[in-house]
C-alpha cells in the first residue's frame, strides 16, 4: 500500500496550505477551525485513497498538480461550510486572499500543462534512439520465421482451455510472442473470468505456449499456479502490485507474461518517466518492471539490462507510440497539423497495437510497423521501421527498393477481394525480400480466425500473387512464379551468387504463360537448377550432355535460381 498512501498525502500539499492559513487567521475560533481541519482531512483522505486505489495515477508534476488543486478547492469549501464563513464577503477578506490564488492558479496551470506537452512533443522525439538508412534492408524470410497469426493461435488455443483444471473459473490473457530456447511461441497465461472467480480459486493454474512457426503445432498447457496476475483483484493484481512498488513511473500498455529458461512464468510492464512538467514519455530511461506472480516481489530493470529471457521488455504499446513520435514529430507539432514536411503516418496492420513482432538473425525481436504518406487515398509505402523490443532502438529503412510499392493496407485488401463469399481474410502482413523482391507475407483467415492460406504478394505489382496452404510451399511456388516473369529483371537481391558447372544430365523445358522455363540438373549434382528464357534466351536449346558455367542464387532446398549460363559451343 506504500505508493497507494505516497500519492494519496502528495494530493494534500495544497490542502494542508490552506488549512493552515485558515487555522492561523481565524484566531477568534481556532479550537473550531482545527477540528474542522481534521474532520475534512479525514474525509477527504478516505474518499482520495479509494480514487488513487481504483485509478492507480502516477506521481507526476501534471497529476499532482491537479489532484491538490481538486482536494484544495473540495477542503476550502468544507472549511467555508464548517466554520461559518462566507467567501468574498466583509467578514472574509482575509481568506479570499487564498481563494483568489487558487482560481489563478488553476486557470494558468492546467492549460499550461498542455501547451507545455505540446513543445515537449520535439523533446520526446529526440529522445528516440534512432537511425535512418538509405538503403533498406530486406528482411530475410528464414531469419524472421513467424508464420502463425495470434488470432489463430488464440483460437487453437481456445478449444484447448478444457485441459485447465476448474475451467469454468479461467479465461485466456494477451498473447506473447516470445523465443523460449530455440522455440519462438506464442504465450497466454490462463487469467480468472470475473470477481468471483477470483474470489473463491485464488490462483490461476498457469500458461499455455504454442508455436508461432509452424501451423500444425497443438498447444501445451503448463501447470504453474499463479496468485499475482492481471485478473487478480486487490493487491493481487499485478497492475496495482508495479504500482505500490514503484509509484513514480508511468506504466505503459497491460503487462504481459514471458517463460524464463527453466518454464517459470514472469510479468514484465514497461515503465517510463515523463519529460519535465509533462506526461510525455522519455525514450532515453524506459525501464521494466518484472513480478514473481508466486511471491508478489518486483524488480525494476532498464529495458536494455533486462533478464535475458525476457525478449520484450519495450511493450507494443510503448513501441506504437514510438512509431507515432517518431512519424508525426520530425519537425515539431505544427508542422504535424499544416506542412506536414517528412510525416511519416504508421499503418494500422500490426497484430499488436498496430506493431507485428518478429524475430531477426540473431535471435532478437523486434517490431515491425510499414509508414505510409500524410495524404489521403495514397496506398504505398514509404519505408517501415523496426524498433528493438528490448533497447527501443528505432531503425527507419527507406532505400530505393521500398519506394512507391503498396503498403499493408493494401496488401491486406487485395486479399480481402480474393475471397468475398468465403469473407476470408488478410492478417499479419510482414514485408520481407524475396530474391531481391519485397514482398508482403500475408496470413489468410476464415471468419472464425482459422487458417487457411498464405499469400505472398510482389509489393510492387499488386497483381503478383501466389496463395498456397504450407509456408515452404508457397514460398517455393512464388519463387518459381518470379523466375518465370521476365519482367524481373533482378531475382538476388543481397544474397551472394554461387559459381557453379558441370554436364547436363537432364533438362526439362516447359511454357507456362507464354513463359518458357528451363529446369535442369547436373551430373554429380543434386541441385534442380531453373532458368527462365527471359533472361537466358539460348538456354531453350540446352541438351542433355551440354557443359555450362553458370551463376545461381542458391536455396536451401537443393533449387537454385540462374541468373546467368554459359552453354559451352553455344553461347561463346
Known sequence: MTGILTTTILSFILYFVIAGYFVLKNKKYRGTTFKAVAIIFATLFIIGAIIVYIFMPPITIPNMTIANIIIGVAGMTGLYMLTSSQPFSKSSQQFDVITGAIIVFTVIA????????????????????????????????????????????????????????????YDLGKLQVQKIKDDIVFVAPVEFTDFW?????????????????????????????????????????????????????????????????????????????????????????????VVDPVTGDVKLYYAADAPEFIDGSISSEMASNENEYFGKYIHGWLNSLFGKKDVKIPNESGTESSVTPIFDENGEMHYFTDMSSPKENIDSALGYTLINARTGELTYY????????????????????????????????ILYNIDGNPTWVVNVLDPNGLFKHYAYIKASDSDFVVFGDTARSTLEAYRLALAQDPSNVESTGEAALEKRNGIVERVVVTTQDK??????????????????SGK????IFLQIGDKVQLEANMRDNQTGIVETISIEGLTE
Open 110 to 169: 492546467i492549460p499550461g500543462f498542455f501547451v507545455l506537452g505540446i513543445f515537449t512533443l520535439d523533446d520526446t522525439y529526440e529522445s528516440i534512439a534512432k537511425e535512418e538508412v538509405a538503403e533498406a534492408k530486406p528482411l530475410d524470410k528464414d531469419a524472421t520465421p513467424i508464420v502463425v497469426s495470434p488470432e489463430f493461435a488464440r483460437n487453437k488455443v481456445q478449444k484447448a482451455m478444457s485441459v485447465v483444471p476448474n475451467t469454468q473459473y
Open 197 to 289: 472467480r477470483y474470489f473463491r480459486g485464488k490462483e490461476t493454474e498457469g500458461y499455455f505456449t504454442i508455436s508461432a512457426t509452424d501451423v500444425n503445432a497443438q498447444p501445451k498447457f503448463i501447470k504453474n499456479n499463479m496468485k499475482y496476475t492481471n485478473s487478480s483483484y486487490f493487491h493481487h493484481n499485478i497492475d496495482r502490485t508495479i504500482y505500490n512498488a514503484h509509484p513514480d513511473y508511468i506504466r505503459s500498455g497491460e503487462a504481459q507474461i514471458e517463460v524464463d529458461e527453466n518454464g517459470k512464468p514472469w510479468y514484465v510492464q514497461t515503465l517510463f518517466k515523463p519529460i519535465g512538467l509533462t506526461n510525455k514519455p522519455d525514450m532515453e530511461k524506459l525501464h521494466v518492471a
Open 398 to 429: 527507406n532505400g530505393e527498393k521500398n519506394n512507391g510499392i503498396m503498403d499493408s493496407k493494401g496488401a491486406k485488401e487485395i486479399v480481402n477481394k480474393e475471397f468475398p463469399e468465403k469473407k476470408w481474410t488478410g492478417s499479419m502482413p
Open 515 to 532: 513463359k518458357q522455363i528451363v529446369q535442369f540438373l547436373l551430373k554429380d549434382d543434386a541441385t534442380i537448377y531453373t532458368v527462365n
Open 536 to 539: 537466358a534466351p539460348r538456354s
